[in-house]
């Protein structure tokens, strides 16, 4: 015998019309309780999709075998040497003798145009006293950089070049000398000898170009291939 069975029995005997109104408000419990259900189901069916719509978006441009925090670590890498490049044109823009500091690519390569004039004194491979300060928060900020990143600055020189417009001087002349004293001014005030490249250039005589970079460790290192006898740096 069935519970609703035993609910009719204990109701007065008051003719059909009861009946048919209780049956009624039976029927109509039941069919709220089935709505609530389907609509529960249909609502976790929905958010399985959801999930696995956005799933499959992340996936595109993740792949699944790509290693979410070093994901993260490529926006973090450009920030960092956004910061960077803000200390840099910091330093150099209120400088007099400055022509120029511009971001080349946002978060990883800018360059200074200076007259070597100066920052040496006249016909003298010797920086002059008031550019110290200056080369000093620069070493301070290419020496600030975050794990897993270097800062690098590389230093050139224009010099003139040969009838052909490509040769240049071999010998120890002026611009050679620059360079040079330059980078030992630098390493001796503390900026690391693999952080710094110096050179000359034909061409826009008695200008200096500094350029700076931010640079992802790992793939600056040298790899070497089984049965090779040079490195290639990526």
Same mark, same amino acid.
């Given at each position: 015998m069935s519970v609703m069975d035993d609910e009719i029995k204990k109701l007065p005997d008051e003719g059909p019309n009861t009946i048919a109104l209780f049956l009624g408000l039976y029927l109509v419990v039941l069919a709220f309780f089935i709505l609530l259900v389907t609509i529960s189901t249909i609502e976790? +069916?929905?958010s399985q999709r959801v999930m696995d719509s956005l799933s499959s978006a992340f996936t595109s441009i993740v792949p699944p075998s790509a290693d979410l925090q070093t994901f993260r670590s490529k926006d973090g890498d450009v920030l960092a040497g956004q910061e960077f490049q803000q200390q840099i044109t910091g330093i150099f823009s209120t400088e007099l003798g400055i022509d120029k /500091?511009? +971001? /080349?690519?946002p978060g990883r390569q800018m $360059?200074?145009? !200076?007259s070597t004039d100066s920052l040496f004194f006249n016909d003298e491979a010797r920086i002059r006293d008031s550019m110290y300060p200056v080369l000093?928060? *620069?070493? *301070?900020?290419?020496?600030? $950089?975050p794990s897993g990143l270097r800062y690098d600055m590389e230093f050139v020189i224009g010099v003139q070049a040969g009838e052909d417009g490509k040769t240049m001087p071999t010998d120890e002349s002026l611009p050679i000398l620059r360079a040079g004293a330059f980078? +030992?001014? !630098?390493? *001796? $005030?503390?900026?690391?000898p693999e952080n710094l490249a110096v050179g000359i250039r034909p061409g826009h005589v008695g200008e200096v170009m500094i350029w700076f970079y931010t640079r992802d460790i790992e793939k600056t290192k040298l790899k070497f291939e089984e049965g090779d006898s040079f490195g290639v740096a990526e």
């Open positions: 976790e +069916t929905k /500091v511009e +971001t /080349v690519q $360059r200074l145009l !200076m000093d928060r *620069a070493i *301070a900020a290419l020496s600030s $950089r980078a +030992t001014e !630098m390493h *001796a $005030r503390g900026l690391a």
